[in-house]
């Protein structure tokens, strides 16, 4: 089935409308207009795939759409995604100099859509070398935007390479993770199109979990990349927790994007505060709950969210529970849920229980979300790459594991940061693996 035919479920559309509407051709002209050229560019030197911002400004100003979408192709192969889903208040336009002069930053993200969508609309690839115009073929494990920009990389530049999905679609948590409002499955899937049509193979529903899958890639490929992601989400580990009406955070996104959850109701509890907590709980709002509460053992000054993400919440009506804890699930009347909760105060380096602090609170569903666990079935198998703590040990600039053979980025990596960290790590990896290739032929 071709990616690009999949298109998202009109009910969830309906309820998720992209958060921010893309800019009018008049619009991003005026806004291209805005930009200083600035000769030193903070916005692309805090891009972790430095985007030359300035130069695919510019094209844009001028009317040269084709052009400034190869320019952001050029550094970062999901761009349109990125436009999307990068916390832009923190990167580019967090830096953008107009802050100086008290000036809104110009809209990097909405214009790098504005050049990204005319190029999706164009039906164009990127170029790319001749096809095996090297003799190097490359194993991709996972099909996120680490394993995505690895391989593309490296098609780029005439190298093969096969991404390998355990998934029935490609993507990783661009297509089953991040908030509708803020990126379409439907449009992470046209990107992969994209990537695809560059000539990749993909493998889908290959789980590599097993030392003799590893051996058997390591006949067929020269280079193996590790794009693996994270594992689960962790669990609370309190009694009951497995019962009907706990989904996980990302049990539930993953749900709703892909049309297996079309309605939440009445309350809505969510366990932690960081941005996938966010995500839970404004989709749990969105699906129809009355009352989402987040709940978080510490205080609103040490949740880990984004301050832009914290307000979003609030936009949407979520209700905050500072200093509590789950204790226990039981079960409520009429399939609901009693969620047993406690308040806690720090206490020598720990958080104790307040006396007599319980408080019950009878919910509808209750979605933990206080973080991914490492994956651990696969890197255990893996001979001579280090994991320390759940995440794979590479080096940053290039992505070398101890194995010569063996490269990783992303967040099996980073242990979760965000997509255009992600493509950035992968791409690097890729030109490494393409430099240690053409140090070998010399
Ligand atoms: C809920 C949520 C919301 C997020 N929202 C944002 C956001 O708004 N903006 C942002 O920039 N970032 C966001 N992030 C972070 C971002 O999604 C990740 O940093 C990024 O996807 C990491 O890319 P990756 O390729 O390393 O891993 P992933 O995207 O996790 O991809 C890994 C892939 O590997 C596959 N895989 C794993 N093991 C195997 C195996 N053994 N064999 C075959 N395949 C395997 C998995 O199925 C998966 O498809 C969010 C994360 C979460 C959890």
């Known amino acids: 089935m071709s990616t690009a035919t999949i298109s998202g479920d009109p009910h969830i559309q309906a309820r998720f409308g992209e958060l921010k509407p893309p800019l009018t051709a008049q619009a991003a002209a005026i806004e291209a207009d805005r930009c200083l050229h600035c000769f030193d560019a903070p916005c692309t030197a805090s891009c972790p795939t430095h985007i030359d911002v300035p130069g695919f400004i510019k094209r844009i100003a001028s009317g040269n759409l084709r052009g400034s979408a190869l320019r952001i192709l050029d550094a970062n192969i999901l761009g349109a995604s ?9 990167l580019c336009e967090g830096s953008c100099v107009m802050h100086r002069y008290n000036r809104k930053p110009i809209q990097i993200a909405l214009l790098q859509r504005h050049a990204m969508d005319a190029f999706y609309a164009s039906g164009e690839v990127p170029p790319a070398a001749p096809a095996a115009s090297r003799a190097l073929r490359v194993a991709c494990i996972g099909g996120g935007p680490a394993s995505l920009a690895c391989a593309a990389e490296l098609r780029r530049q005439g190298a093969q390479a096969t991404i390998l999905e355990r998934r029935a679609l490609p993507g990783g948590l661009n297509t089953y993770g991040v908030a509708e409002y803020k990126l379409r499955t439907a449009d992470s899937l046209r990107e992969v199109e994209m990537i695809r049509r560059m000539g990749i193979d993909f493998r889908f529903g290959v789980n590599v979990d097993s030392a003799s899958a590893l051996e058997a890639l390591e006949a067929e490929f020269d280079y193996i ?21 706990v989904m996980n955070a990302l049990e539930l996104i993953a749900a709703y994007k892909h049309g297996h959850l079309r309605e939440a109701h009445g309350t809505v509890v969510v366990v932690g505060a960081g941005n996938t907590a966010i995500d839970a709980a404004n989709a749990a709002r969105r699906l129809g709950a009355s009352t989402v509460y987040l709940l978080y053992r510490r205080s609103e000054n040490d949740m880990s969210a984004f301050d832009f993400e914290y307000e979003h919440a609030k936009q949407e009506g979520v209700q905050f529970l500072w200093h509590r804890q789950p204790v226990a699930v039981r079960p409520g009347e009429r399939h609901r849920l009693l969620l047993d909760t406690v308040q806690v105060r720090p206490a020598e380096g720990k958080l ?42 590479a080096d940053l600039a290039t992505g070398r594991t101890g194995n010569p053979r063996y490269f990783a980025a992303g967040d099996c990596v980073n242990g979760g940061r965000e997509v255009v960290d992600a493509v950035a790590g992968g791409k690097r990896a890729a030109l490494a693996i393409l430099k240690t290739t053409e140090a070998a032929n010399a």
Do not use: K, N, W
């Not at 990125?82 to 923190?90: H, Q, S």
């Not at 990349?225 to 009406?245: C, K, N, T, V, Y």
């Not at 973080?371 to 320390?388: A, D």
């Open 82 to 90: 990125c436009a999307r889903v990068c916390p832009v208040d923190v």
């Open 352 to 393: 104790a229980p307040i006396p007599d602090s319980q408080y019950t609170i009878d919910c509808d569903m209750l979605v933990p979300a206080i973080g991914q666990s490492p994956l651990t079935r696969l890197i255990q198998e893996l001979r001579h790459v280090e994991v320390r703590d759940g995440r794979i040990v």
């Open 225 to 245: 990349f590790l794009g693996l992601g994270l594992g689960a989400m962790q669990r609370l580990g309190i009694p009951g927790e497995d019962s009907d009406g």
